[in-house]
C-alpha cells in the first residue's frame, strides 16, 4: 500500500510569488492535514480537509489556503511569499475514525529567497 | 505557553543505554497521545499511539501516560545507533459530537537524540 506522497520534494521561490503543493493521501483515507515545521516554530497545524470540506483551520494568515477534491488528493497554496515561509511542508493522512493513524508524508522543502 | 511542552535537548547517549523522552501538556481536552519519531530531511513516522493512562510496550518502546499530572513519557531500551532522530510526542482532542477533526494534532518542539556507538 503506497503511503502519503507529496509533490514536489524540494523547491525554491523568489519573495512575493505563490507556490502550490501537492498531497496524494494513502488510499481510502478521507482526511488530508497539513502541517508547517520550522527550526523554530516546530511542527504547527495548518488546516484540514474531510470530503472536499475544510474542518479545522490553524492560526496562520489567510495567504495559506487549500482545498480537497474528490479523489481525495490535496493542494495548498501560499500566496505572497515572505522569507519566513521557508520551511518544511508535510502532509498527513488518516481515515475516518477517531482513534486512526495519522500518517505523514516526506515533506515538500520549500525556500523562499 | 505552548499547549505541549517538550525539553528540545540534545540529547547524547551510548549505546545500550535506557532513554528517557518526556512532555507535559496542559489541555485536558487531549486524549490521544503519540510518539512519532523523525529522521533528518523525513517525514514524522508514528512510533507509539496510546490513548489511557499507563504504559504500553513495543519491542524496545514504552510509553507512559499519566493524564492526572498530564505528563506523556517515552523509554527506549538498549539504544542504537540507528535510534538516533528527533521523537516529537504529539496530542489530540477527543472529538465531540460525531467527530469533526481527525488530523488536527499539536506537538511538542522535540528532542534530538544521538546514540553513539
Known amino acids: 500500500k503506497a503511503g502519503v506522497t507529496q509533490t514536489p520534494r524540494y523547491l525554491i521561490k523568489t519573495r512575493g510569488q505563490q507556490v502550490t503543493l501537492s498531497c496524494s493521501p494513502i488510499s481510502g483515507h478521507r482526511s488530508v492535514s497539513w502541517y508547517q515545521q520550522t527550526p523554530g516554530q516546530g511542527l504547527q497545524f495548518l488546516f484540514e480537509?474531510?470530503?472536499?470540506?475544510?474542518?479545522n483551520k490553524g492560526n496562520f494568515p489567510g495567504r495559506f489556503s487549500g482545498r480537497q477534491f474528490s479523489n481525495s488528493r490535496s493542494e495548498m497554496n501560499v500566496s505572497t511569499l515572505e522569507l519566513g515561509d521557508s520551511a518544511l511542508y508535510l502532509c498527513?493522512?488518516?481515515?475516518?475514525?477517531?482513534?486512526?493513524?495519522?500518517?505523514f508524508g516526506e515533506g515538500s522543502w520549500l525556500t523562499v529567497v | 505557553q505552548k499547549e505541549v511542552e517538550q525539553d528540545p535537548g540534545p540529547l547524547s547517549v551510548p549505546e545500550g543505554a535506557i532513554v528517557s523522552l518526556n512532555c507535559t501538556y496542559s489541555?485536558?481536552?487531549?486524549?490521544?497521545f503519540m510518539w512519532y519519531r523523525q529522521y533528518s530531511r523525513k517525514g514524522p513516522e508514528l512510533l507509539m499511539y496510546t490513548y489511557s493512562s499507563g504504559n504500553k510496550e513495543d519491542g524496545r518502546f514504552t510509553a507512559q501516560v499519566d493524564k492526572s499530572s498530564k505528563y506523556i513519557s517515552l523509554f527506549i531500551r538498549d539504544s542504537q545507533p540507528s535510534d538516533s532522530a528527533t521523537y516529537l510526542c504529539?496530542?489530540?482532542?477527543?472529538?465531540?459530537?460525531?467527530?469533526?477533526?481527525?488530523?488536527?494534532?499539536?506537538f511538542g518542539q522535540g528532542t534530538i537524540l544521538t546514540v553513539h556507538p
Open positions: 489541555n485536558s481536552a487531549f486524549q490521544y
Open positions: 504529539a496530542t489530540k482532542h477527543r472529538s465531540e459530537g460525531g467527530g469533526t477533526s481527525y488530523g488536527k494534532l499539536t
Open positions: 480537509y474531510f470530503s472536499e470540506t475544510q474542518r
Open positions: 498527513a493522512s488518516s481515515s475516518q475514525g477517531e482513534l486512526d493513524t495519522i500518517y
